[in-house]
């Protein structure tokens, strides 16, 4: 079995440790560990009998939802298939409109997978020692401080036709970009695509700070993505949203199936951006949870820690990472994500998601027990 490009292979890390899939402790894929929300559940139970019906093509009432829930106009969001479906159309735009479309590096994987589908041609600019701290501008924290004069951006393609998909909170490593820089993309670029598939995680007091959500109706050319996979934790269900200009989205839906999301996920959607008890649940977990984790991690002997805003960390690890993945598999069955598919960071790199405080714990013990500390 070829190894995965996405986290979260269980049917691979159960062949590598010789156990069943159910059995892996899986901090590869970075889901929220509180499980499906028991607002989901109920109300997939209350949309069984309508699946002998086609979904409302308008998905009028989950963008109803969506829109009450970040105070937008219906109008302006289009549910997906998962973000992943969405990022697709972006990247049709990005490629229709854009000579060329920036891409910082290193990137989650499906964007070149998008960009090369519709032909796009891609100008990667590597962010990697401003991302890890390696740039004295850079600040250490989980905030990605990039000056706007002198200007990175004086260094990108100057056309009046370049367009740019950005990650915030950026996948692998967790740091947000800061309000001044993503300000100046959307007023320099004349395409820019914000994926904030992780940006729930955020706590509530520093979400709006960071979210481009509230610029989308003062700027035409700014869409924004978001995710239910991960807060939610339903990767299985499928389910995410643009928000972007009405006549964008309607582009989108002329080129697409007429029922990409399902009647399940479309109710699932509906009832759990309404459940509060869940998302501050969330929170409450996060907040315990993720600063115990960073402080066992930095305690790994052979380990440094990048400073992260979402619910994973990227580490940079002394020993070379798949034998230290092979071996937690065989000898404790917990998957963590090596960095392979980021070319840019080879194989001295993992990601961990956060996971609950005992479930951290057993990571925590089991890297303990490799690294000898
Ligand atoms: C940065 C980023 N964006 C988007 C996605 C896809 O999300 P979805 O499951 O909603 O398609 C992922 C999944 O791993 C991701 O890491």
Not at 337 to 349: A, K, M, Q, V
Request: glycine share 6%; charged share 15%.
């Amino acid at each position: 079995m070829n190894r995965p490009t996405h986290g979260g292979n269980l049917q691979w890390a159960a062949t590598l440790a010789g156990c069943e899939p159910h059995a892996i402790l899986d901090f590869s894929a970075s889901i929220n560990p509180l499980g499906l929300p028991s607002s989901a559940i109920a109300a997939i139970q209350s949309q069984v009998a309508s699946l002998t019906s086609y979904p409302d093509p308008s998905y009028h009432s989950l963008r109803q939802a969506i829109g009450q829930h970040h105070g937008i106009d219906a109008d302006w969001i289009l549910p997906g298939n998962g973000a992943a479906e969405l990022i697709t159309w972006a990247c049709r735009d990005l490629a229709t409109h854009c000579l060329e479309t920036v891409l910082f590096t290193p990137a989650f994987n499906d964007y070149g997978r998008a960009l090369r589908a519709f032909q796009a041609t891609i100008y990667p600019c590597c962010l990697l020692d401003r991302l890890l701290g390696n740039d004295p501008d850079s600040a250490s924290d989980d905030i990605l401080n990039i000056p706007t004069d002198p200007s990175l951006l004086a260094t990108l393609p100057n056309s009046h036709r370049r367009g740019v998909l950005l990650n915030n909170p950026h996948n692998p490593t967790g740091k947000l970009f800061d309000r001044a820089f993503v300000e100046a993309l959307v007023t320099t670029f004349n395409w820019v695509v914000i994926d904030e598939a992780f940006m729930d995680f955020v706590p509530p007091d520093r979400h709006d700070q960071f979210s481009a959500v509230p610029w989308v109706e003062r700027y035409p050319n700014l869409v924004v993505i978001r995710s239910l996979t991960k807060f939610y934790a339903m990767p299985g269900l499928r389910l995410g949203y643009a928000i972007a200009h009405p006549d964008r989205l309607r582009q989108w839906q002329q080129w697409r199936d007429p029922w990409s999301v399902n009647t399940l996920s479309a109710a699932v959607g509906e009832a759990v951006l309404q459940d509060t008890a869940y998302q501050q649940a969330t929170h409450a977990w996060f907040a315990q949870a993720k600063p115990l984790l960073e402080t066992g991690l930095r305690q790994q002997p052979g380990l440094r820690v990048l400073p992260s805003a979402a619910n994973f960390f990227l580490v940079q690890s002394d020993r070379s990472v798949p034998a230290l993945q092979q071996q937690l598999l065989q000898q404790h069955q917990i998957l963590i994500r090596d960095c392979l598919s980021f070319p840019e960071l080879g194989d001295r790199y993992f990601r961990v998601a956060l996971r609950t405080v005992s479930e951290n714990q057993k990571l925590l013990a089991a890297l303990r027990d490799r690294l000898g500390s």
